[in-house]
DNA sequence: AATGCTTAAATTGTCGACAATTTGTGACTG
DNA sequence: CAGTCACAAATTGTCGACAATTTAAGCATT
């Protein structure tokens, strides 16, 4: 870890070693960019055109941004870009709140005194940031993530992280990048954050996952708002 | 909902509309039931073979069985059986608690009257199939599953019911299925299922969550020292 | 005899063409 | 004029062949 780094690219750098992995990241970027736009159809022989590939490895790509959720897929009726309603960003949010209270209480439990303490040190990058910024971070958003996916990764779960990473964060992501500029919370969030890092430094474990999950569902709180406001 | 079946089904009856979903409920079957042994190499041509198609939807349902775990795949060089660990079934099982938690804590919130009310009935029906059989119920495992099952759909939650009943009980199935017969806890098992039920009853969700994570922390013991003792 | 390189076999990745299914259109009938 | 059936177009599902890559085996060299 050479702890320079303020917001961690969870993308593979290196070339992926097949064109239907390359492809899948393409598809992914332009739809959590809303470059594909929501609900929009997707049809096989047109985007294997517009990528310059055969529809074989094309196909590929889509079931694994079926898997991620990002695309939805009817037998033989064609596939369409997920639309994002409060509904299903209620499920993300609880199901992300179950888990990452578990992958806190696991933290607590198994995380090494260097970790905590590089965590620790990102926690105060956030903070200069913040006030560098005056409040206005911009890479709030990543460097929110971020810690979530330490946490994640300090659990130890390959099945949690797995889901956490691949999955749940995607479609936030997404659905941030899709719903306009957040209020900032850029200091309550850290001031939380620093608290959980603080229990788990602890070891206790109630209290860390206790922390997770009020903070998750406080953000659901205020994404909820924003969603419910923009549909009506 | 008939109220009459004892055992839910939770594979679809109806033929699937296409080859590839059929060919991977069929390996799906197999490799659970260990016909397929863990950790043996799949090989493309040899099972599009044996399945009587070609390698093109052979390689989906490859992939879906990738997705659920069954298989684990590397780029050029093939994929294999998953061999269930100790460490992944604990993995599986910490993240079973914290979802399942959840599913609990929304169905005591969400579940319907009639709902609540068949599902003491499910209960009263495994608790005649306990003694009928005085204690050795062979359905406990489908039995057990299908009390699981209901809570998740009763969440509402469907992010938390494809990850629990697409995933993580398959994985369990095939932990159970070959690992010989577990000891018989079907008596405290629907005792603990009475318990989480009243809770949901009484729209106590902070304690159906509590019940329902204590109820799987205590499966997870019992799987683990099976485990452990089988591979020494 | 052990190690490293070269080459051959096996296996996966990719492609383009064909078959099966669904969806949309239009004529026909009540 | 509404509804239904048949037909045609578009799209997905399936196949077999070819290309790229990895794994292994065999040979030469130290």
């Known amino acids: 870890m050479t702890g320079t780094a ?17 492809t899948f990241d393409s598809i992914k970027s332009d739809i959590i960019n809303g470059e594909l736009a929501q609900g929009s159809k997707i049809v096989e022989s047109d985007l294997a055109l517009k990528y310059g590939i055969s529809r074989g490895p094309l196909r590929e790509a889509i079931h694994r941004l079926e898997r991620i959720k990002l695309i939805v897929r009817i037998p033989h009726a064609g596939s369409r870009v997920v639309t994002l309603d409060t509904r299903m960003m209620e499920d993300i949010y609880n199901a992300r709140e179950s888990l990452e209270g578990m992958a806190a209480r696991l933290a607590a439990r198994l995380m090494s005194d260097v970790e905590i303490e590089s965590l620790s040190k990102l926690l105060d990058q956030h903070a200069a940031a913040i006030s560098e910024t005056d409040g206005k971070v911009y890479f709030q958003r990543e460097g929110d993530i971020d810690f979530h996916y330490r946490i994640a990764v300090a659990s130890q779960n390959q099945w949690i992280l797995e889901k956490l990473n691949g999955e749940l964060y995607q479609l936030i992501r997404m659905c941030r990048h899709q719903s306009g500029q957040f209020p900032s919370r850029a200091q309550t969030a850290l001031d939380q954050h620093r608290q959980i890092a603080a229990a788990i430094a602890r070891r206790d474990e109630e209290l860390a996952e206790i922390l997770m999950r009020r903070h998750i569902s406080g953000a659901w709180e205020i994404v909820k708002t924003i969603l419910e406001d923009q549909n009506d």
Request: hydrophobic letters at 30%; proline letters at 6%.
């Open 6 to 22: 303020s917001t961690v690219n969870t993308e593979e750098l290196h070339e992926s070693p097949t064109l239907a992995l390359r």
